[in-house]
């Protein structure tokens, strides 16, 4: 490859191109292929490596703590979790286009993290932004927001993502304002973008933490006006235990 035609890649930011070059010539020469066929395989090769790193990218920006895979969810530890139904609706993706949210409740250890990390990643890999925060982290910075008057922009950031996942949401008490920062981004959401949350708690004990009767009611309804709800009530934990001492 000449020098001036590595420059005019590198330009045009075809990485791929400039990368594979004597490889894709090989290739056309082994399999005899005309100029059309030979531009045709590269144009394809180059979308696909941009695809695949930009959902890379996407994957990054996530924040994921600890990646999950549907494929691999011990479903078998959790008999009475409803399996076929979940896994129809994530098959289906349906939920993405309708900006339905989706609420995992339980006990802790028993995989709602897990099983929303592995929806969240799906969304993901189907060409969807979407970031991974836990609710103490979220309160935290929207109550941080109000110190340098920046909430407006920490609601924009939030509440533009394609699809939220809001993990362990009650496990910390709010300040009034917090929990109205919080309300107010779960608002601009609503019917916009897909919110997943989930909590350790009922709906019925939201109030505890939130402290307002009327703000508990008023968030209840905006998340499950469009919203798929799995209660793994009576799930068993699948955490390793730690061995005993003897």
């Not at 799906?122 to 935290?140: E, K």
Request: hydrophobic share 40%.
């Amino acid at each position: 490859m000449s020098t001036q035609l590595a420059e005019t890649l590198k330009y045009l930011r075809l990485t791929g191109l400039l990368s594979h070059w004597d490889e894709y010539l090989k290739l056309a020469a082994e399999k005899r292929w005309s100029h059309a066929s030979l531009l045709t395989h590269v144009l394809q090769e180059e979308g696909r490596m941009r695809r695949e790193n930009a959902r890379q990218l996407r994957l990054k920006c996530a924040k994921i703590r600890e990646p999950w895979a549907m494929e691999t969810f011990p479903f078998e530890r959790q008999p009475k979790l409803n399996k076929k139904k979940i896994m129809v609706l994530y098959d289906s993706t349906n939920y993405l286009e309708r900006r339905q949210n989706l609420i995992f409740m339980g006990e802790t250890g028993i995989g709602k993290t897990g099983l929303a990390t592995a929806f969240l990643i799906h969304a993901i890999n189907q060409g969807r932004t979407g970031r991974y925060i836990r609710f103490v982290d979220l309160v935290a910075e929207l109550y941080t927001a109000i110190a340098d008057h920046s909430q407006a922009r920490v609601l924009k950031k939030y509440s533009t993502i394609d699809v939220l996942l809001v993990d362990e949401v009650g496990t910390v008490e709010v300040e009034p304002v917090q929990a109205g920062l919080f309300f107010t981004l779960m608002q601009e959401r609503h019917n916009k973008k897909s919110t997943f949350i989930t909590s350790n708690l009922g709906f019925s004990e939201w109030r505890n933490f939130l402290k307002n009767d009327h703000l508990t009611a008023a968030l209840i309804n905006r998340l499950t006006e469009n919203t798929h709800v799995f209660n793994l009530k009576g799930c068993v934990s699948i955490r390793p235990t730690l061995p005993q001492e003897s």
